[in-house]
């Protein structure tokens, strides 16, 4: 491949990405019952650090899905290889969703969601925790 196409490929899958963070971070803000940039306004540690390892995980979920195994495999075409990221993407996001589902249904302690609307940053850090780890694993799976 030439200079000139690797460079269109670099600005399009960063757009891609850019705009399926974006995406990710919304359907996130889904699962948590507080609005992100209300609670980040007022300072809402414990969203900061969410947000943060959700960032964070979408970005390792969304590498993997740029560099999936079916992109090495064969010599595919620029339409191929978004059309292989997104679908990857959003398998790995919709886990990433489910998983933080089940650890906060399957922890009877308290409520993740509660505690974060509260500010507790002890919450956010573990759901950060949380974000990350399951990220790895779903990227292990994705590439």
Known sequence: MNVVMDIVNVAIFSVIGIVLMMVG??????????????????G??????????????????LRS????????????????GIGGTILYFALGIVFLMLGYVVV??????YNLNDEIGK???????????????LAAVISGVIY
Not at 25 to 41: A, G, M, R, S
Not at 44 to 61: K, M, P
Not at 104 to 109: E, H, S, T, V, Y
């Open 25 to 42: 971070n919304f359907l996130i803000d889904l699962i948590v019952p507080c609005h992100f940039p209300t609670e980040i306004k007022k």
């Open 65 to 80: 899905a740029i560099i999936s195994p079916a992109a090495e495999a064969v010599e595919e075409s620029l339409v191929a």
């Open 104 to 109: 906060n249904l399957f922890n009877k302690q």
């Open 119 to 133: 500010g507790n940053a002890a919450a956010g850090i573990m759901v950060f925790g949380i974000f990350v780890g």
């Open 44 to 61: 809402n540690v414990a969203v900061g650090w969410l947000s943060a390892g959700s960032f964070i995980g979408i970005g390792v979920i």
